[in-house]
């Protein structure tokens, strides 16, 4: 289950919110084993790693060749253990993992929100932009912020991908756009940690102050090229939870031109899966005005309970060129995927809308 190595600092490199980026040479235990490999450091729960520093890894992802995952991760520094943490909190996540943390809760009673939170209840009507991939956070913010540059955006990310917030080298760079991050289920790192997605939209409505919610997975989707296997499917979750609490759930339509597997091309079957199946209220999903008409007929078998909306585009492309974060999903950029960028975008713009007062 997991495959250990041990090596030795060689580099410090780049660092954002939460993560730092190193060079380390590896004791090797088979001649397959590489001599440097790159790793990925959270200070938070290692200490601040320097050239010298001896690491213990933990080299799966690395050793798979995963394109979002491949780090070795360090697990400690052995030599040269952080002090215990003070912080407050009570709530365990990556719960009775060798590396489980303890975090304080948005509503628990140590917690400066717990007041506003303890009979909280309701979203007011909030709209919540429900998305498949991490990497449609940028696009659906860039799409918000086109026509309500001074909304208040707080994205809400679940378990699906990536635990630690800090893996999100967008989210660090988009820090400055967003009224903050909340963490749920065994997620951990945002700036508020929450138990689940309800508390968690709860969270950024009544402490975070947001206009508009954005919920999608972290980093490093898992898909197993089967219908029900793959971590989407939490979507369809995020629109019943969205509306239980008396949201607006938004739904961001993946689209692909590019992508060389059938399931994914045009409207994904992550999408009609998500939406068509698990999602049991309605949301509006939206697609671009002029968008293919392939598109329209996929998502036609959903309208028995969903409302189709078409989204003018225009300027649009402009605001996701401007966006501080290199576009990319599946390793293709924004050119190469124009159209799952622009939906998202389209997305963002009609919960912009929803947020406006009438």
Request: proline letters at 7%.
């Amino acid at each position: 289950m997991l495959r250990w190595r041990s090596g030795t600092v060689v580099t410090v490199r780049r660092s954002w919110k939460g993560a730092v980026e190193l060079d380390v040479t590896v004791d090797r235990r088979n001649p397959e084993d590489p001599d440097l490999v790159r790793a990925l450091a959270y200070p938070a729960m290692v200490g601040d790693p320097v050239a010298g520093d001896r690491v213990l890894l933990n080299t799966n992802a690395l050793s798979l060749g995963l394109g979002t995952g491949g780090y070795a991760m360090v697990v400690a520094l052995p030599d040269r253990l952080p002090p215990d943490s003070d912080a407050p909190g009570h709530v365990m996540k990556a719960r009775y993992t060798p590396q489980q943390v303890t975090v304080l809760a948005a509503d628990e009673e140590a917690s400066p929100h717990r007041a506003v939170l303890l009979d909280a209840d309701d979203l007011g009507g909030m709209p919540v932009l429900v998305a498949d991939l991490h990497s449609a956070l940028p696009a659906l913010l860039a799409g918000i912020l086109a026509d309500s540059p001074d909304a208040r955006v707080a994205y809400v990310m679940t378990d699906g991908g990536a635990l630690p917030a800090w893996f999100s080298r967008n989210l660090d760079a988009l820090s400055g756009l967003l009224a903050g991050v909340v963490t749920v289920g065994q997620s951990f790192g945002g700036d508020l940690e929450a138990t689940n997605t309800h508390t968690g939209l709860l969270a950024a409505r009544h402490a975070l102050g947001a206009d508009v919610a954005i919920v999608t997975q972290g980093p490093g989707n898992l898909g197993t090229g089967t219908p029900w296997g793959f971590s989407g499917v939490s979507t369809g979750e995020a629109v019943n939870a969205a509306a239980t609490l008396g949201g607006r759930p938004v739904g961001s339509v993946r689209l692909s031109t590019a992508d060389e597997r059938p399931r994914h091309r045009g409207v994904s079957h992550h999408s009609l899966t998500a939406y068509g199946r698990v999602a049991l209220a309605p949301a509006d999903l939206v697609l671009p005005v002029g968008c293919a008409p392939a598109h329209l007929e996929q998502l036609a078998p959903l309208v028995a309970r969903h409302r189709i909306v078409l989204v003018d585009p225009a300027g649009l492309d402009g605001a996701l060129r401007a966006l501080p974060v290199k576009l990319s999903t599946m390793g293709r950029g924004l050119d190469a995927e124009h159209d799952y960028f622009l939906a998202a975008a389209c997305a963002g713009r009609h919960a912009a809308a929803l947020a406006r007062p009438a």
